[in-house]
């Protein structure tokens, strides 16, 4: 696993740049703002993560750890490749993306290029509670309801994914009587289950 690669900048593109790490040139895709940042010539220190495919082995860069972990989230997301998390933090801070999901506000995501309606919602919800918002929320009366508003936000979910709301109702309260504990508290656990129990005749709902 390569997490961190420090080295001499050999060439840049718009998306890209390659390092020289002990006379090896490394290919790392990374967002225009560390474009902006590296300089022929000049040492350049990038947290990294490694993506590895059966055709191919990728590399993506970010210039702070917190973006790193930010992205690691974000291909957790259903819907979202390597490609759409970088566009993500292209376009988006660590803080706006924070303060989005906090606020279960999808239109920041919407306006990122390859990522569609239906799977900004769903970063908006398999994101809540993983982020730290840059600023405290107003008032404490969102975090009384706790687990118990873990089922509304799953049936908002797939409602905004395109199902029927009586169907997302039942299956929500039909997999949440099954699912194990840990994963029934959080949006993201009771989420996946309820997809994988409605099946993959609406796949096309869950790939924005």
Same mark, same amino acid.
């Given at each position: 696993?390569? #997490? ?67 992205? #690691? ?10 490609? #759409? ?66 089922? #509304? ?56």
């Amino acid at each position: 696993m390569i #997490s961190s690669l420090r080295g001499r900048v050999l060439h840049t593109e718009p998306d890209s740049v390659v390092v020289d790490v002990g006379g090896v040139g490394f290919a790392v895709a990374v967002t225009p703002q560390v474009v902006r940042a590296a300089h022929l010539g000049e040492e350049l220190h990038l947290h990294t993560s490694l993506i590895v495919r059966e055709d191919a082995l990728a590399l993506f860069g970010f210039m702070e750890r917190e973006e790193l972990t930010v992205f #690691s989230q974000l291909l957790g997301v259903t819907g979202v490749g390597p490609k #759409s998390a970088l566009g993500v933090l292209a376009t988006l801070t660590v803080p706006q993306i924070a303060d989005a999901v906090t606020a279960d506000d999808d239109a920041p995501f919407r306006k990122v290029s390859g990522i569609g309606p239906k799977t900004a919602k769903l970063i908006v919800v398999q994101l809540a509670g993983k982020l730290a918002p840059s600023r405290p929320a107003q008032g404490a009366a969102g975090t009384a309801g706790g687990a118990a508003d873990v089922p #509304s936000q799953v049936v908002e979910a797939l409602i905004g994914l395109g199902w029927p709301e009586r169907l997302a109702a039942e299956t929500t309260s039909a997999v949440a009587a099954d699912t194990a504990t840990a994963d029934r508290a959080t949006v993201g656990g009771l989420l996946r289950a309820a997809l994988a129990q409605l099946g993959p005749s609406r796949k096309e709902h869950v790939n924005g």
